[in-house]
């Protein structure tokens, strides 16, 4: 079943506006993975962590591994239109071999 | 160019037929998966492959097949059994070695059963 608690479940914001969500578990995981959906198409990935408290960048967002290894956030800084779609935060249990689980994902809409 | 490819993007199927969707990759990945997305959902594994010829149930394994014959091809069959098959369909590719578990994704296939 579903172990990770994605939020928020959506957000509206104007462009220029930065933007937060994160994702919690109960469970320990090994890596932190955050990818993009635009509708229709496949996931890409965006940002990938792989130890705890690691903080990482990809251009306006940047990923954290938290510390207790339960947890991650992705920031959007500066939003633009182009930014709309679906995050899905996506984790590797100590226990689960390849297998990622994800999160029920966090859709942005940015107004220009 | 290196990547996944699906196809076909759209497939609609009658009531009680098998469709295959295919999954393709030349990345040189040895797992290979399939998720079921539905709307306003998240991604939900069908059934995942670390080597050939061999395979592993996912979280909703009931109405579908897959075979791995080959290195580059995980076809997925959904299956009459299946009680609920419009969905969005996709395949993922991870390498195993090295310690990183990153997946790629395909286009997906969007089946709509009539």
């Known amino acids: 079943g579903q172990q990770l608690n994605q939020s928020p479940q959506s957000m509206f914001i104007q462009e220029g506006e930065d933007v937060s969500m994160n994702c919690t578990s109960s469970?320990?995981?090994?890596?932190w993975l955050w990818y993009k959906q635009e509708p229709g198409e496949g996931p890409v990935l965006l940002i990938a962590?792989?130890?705890?408290?690691e903080l990482t960048s990809n251009g306006r967002l940047t990923a954290q591994f938290g510390i207790t290894r339960k947890d991650s956030f992705l920031n959007i800084s500066a939003s633009i239109p182009s930014d709309v779609g679906i995050y899905f935060c996506?984790?590797?249990?100590?226990?689960?071999?390849?297998?990622?689980?994800f999160g029920e994902g966090t859709q942005l809409t940015v107004n220009p | 160019d290196g990547g996944i490819t699906q196809s076909p993007k759209y497939l609609f199927r009658k009531e009680g037929q098998n469709v295959t969707l295919s999954c393709e990759q030349n990345l040189n990945h040895d797992a290979m998966y399939w998720y079921r997305q539905d709307p306003g959902q998240g991604l939900r594994l069908i059934y995942y492959?670390?080597?050939?010829?061999?395979?592993q149930k996912g979280d909703i394994a009931e109405g579908y097949s897959v075979s791995r014959e080959k290195k580059e091809s995980f076809p997925l069959t959904v299956t009459s059994a299946q009680k609920n098959p419009t969905a969005f369909y996709l395949c993922a590719s991870s390498p195993l070695s090295g310690g990183y578990n990153e997946q790629f994704f395909g286009p997906g296939t969007r089946l709509t059963v009539l």
């Open positions: 469970s320990i995981f090994n890596t």
């Open positions: 492959s670390q080597i050939v010829n061999d395979f």
């Open positions: 962590l792989y130890k705890a408290g």
């Open positions: 996506a984790g590797q249990l100590e226990t689960s071999g390849s297998r990622l689980t």
